[in-house]
Every structure is written in C-alpha cells, then in structure tokens.
C-alpha cells in the first residue's frame, strides 16, 4: 500500500481573509458607483439661489391657483353654455384666437379663473394683455404678471381692476412691455 503523505493544515489566516473580502468588496462598490454614474443623466445640481426661486415660483403658483381657480378647457366649454358635442373645443378656439390663455400643469393645460366673468365668457381685456405681453412671457409669467403689484398700478394687482379699470391695466402692462435701457 502506498504510503499517503500527510499534509498538515495550515492555519486559517483570518486577517489575510478579511483583506481579501475588503478589497473584493471596495472593487465592487467602484464598479457599482461607476454604472450608476454611467446611468445617471447628467445635469448640474442647482444652486441654492435657484432652489429658492423655484420654491418661490412653486408657492405663487399654488396661490394664484387657490385664489382663482384654473378650468379644463371642457370646464370653459360648461361655464359657458356651449351645446357642442366637443365641449373643449371652445376653449381651445378662444385660446387659438388670443382670448384666453393657459397655464401647463403636470401635464395638463389649465385657464386661469380671471380671465372669465360670471357667465363663463372671456373678459374683453385678456387679449389685449395679451397681445401686448404675450410673447414676452412664458405662460405662467403672463398669469403671474396679473396676481403681482404693480408699480405701474400703484401696487394694485392687476388682476384687481380687470373689470373696473381695465385700460389701466393695459396701460400697465404697455408700460411693462416697453424695452427699457438703464
């Protein structure tokens, strides 16, 4: 019979172990963090200035919401008294011909309650303001244009003198149009 060697065990080295497992485990969260990475779109993070302003931004918008309310644009064709099989229609051909406009919200256009008076109709300054700030600002610049003082209205909101005072809210807002250099 041959003879079998006998080979002592050598001792676990638990410390050399660990050591491996460590850096196996380092290579794995550098791969890991470099896939994410990979996977992550890249975009700047903003500025704490800018987080503000968005706050900011975010907290009027919900005011002007709260205050006035917003309609679909089947609401408008209801308020309305439209008979149309398509009641968002109205509301889409009042937008088309610069009557009314709409703010985006999550996904949706929503019109602005001001704009309308009580018979769900569109208020016969909106296209005026319009016409004249319309292209100089981003639908929701333009609704909060209208819930905002305004040095020009002696800090009313023009929003305020809609139905009372009407051409001095446009008068206001040629004034807000007009190029200035400083």
Same mark, same amino acid.
């Given at each position: 019979?041959? &003879?079998?060697?006998? @080979?002592? &065990? %050598?001792?676990?080295? /638990?410390? %050399?172990?660990?050591?491996? /497992?460590?850096?196996? @485990?380092? $290579?794995?969260?550098?791969?890991?963090?470099?896939? !994410?990475?990979?996977?992550?779109?890249?975009?700047? /993070?903003?500025?704490?200035?800018?987080?503000?302003?968005?706050?900011?931004?975010?907290?009027? @918008?919900?005011?002007? *919401?709260?205050?006035?309310?917003?309609?679909?644009?089947?609401?408008? =064709?209801?308020?309305?008294?439209?008979?149309?099989?398509?009641?968002?229609?109205?509301?889409?051909?009042?937008?088309?011909?610069?009557? !009314?406009? %709409?703010?985006?919200?999550?996904?949706?256009?929503?019109?602005?309650?001001?704009?309308?008076?009580?018979?769900?109709?569109?208020?016969?300054?909106?296209?005026?303001?319009?016409?004249?700030? =319309?292209? &100089?600002? $981003?639908?929701?610049?333009?609704? *909060?244009?209208?819930? +905002?003082?305004? =040095?020009?209205? =002696? +800090?009313?909101?023009?929003?305020?003198?809609?139905?009372?005072?009407?051409?001095?809210?446009? !008068?206001? $807002?040629?004034?807000? +149009?007009?190029?200035?250099?400083?």
């Amino acid at each position: 019979m041959a &003879k079998q060697e006998h @080979r002592a &065990k %050598a001792p676990l080295n /638990v410390e %050399a172990l660990g050591r491996v /497992v460590d850096t196996r @485990r380092h $290579a794995m969260q550098q791969q890991m963090e470099q896939m !994410i990475n990979a996977m992550t779109p890249a975009a700047t /993070v903003p500025l704490p200035p800018q987080v503000l302003q968005a706050r900011r931004n975010a907290a009027a @918008r919900d005011a002007l *919401l709260r205050e006035f309310g917003a309609m679909t644009s089947t609401q408008i =064709g209801e308020n309305a008294g439209s008979k149309s099989p398509n009641r968002a229609a109205l509301a889409h051909r009042w937008k088309s011909d610069g009557r !009314i406009f %709409a703010v985006p919200r999550r996904g949706a256009n929503y019109f602005p309650g001001f704009q309308f008076d009580e018979d769900g109709q569109p208020l016969e300054v909106i296209p005026q303001i319009i016409r004249i700030l =319309g292209d &100089k600002r $981003a639908p929701w610049e333009l609704a *909060l244009w209208f819930t +905002a003082n305004n =040095g020009w209205l =002696g +800090a009313q909101r023009p929003v305020d003198l809609l139905v009372d005072d009407p051409s001095s809210v446009v !008068i206001a $807002a040629e004034r807000e +149009a007009e190029d200035r250099l400083f």
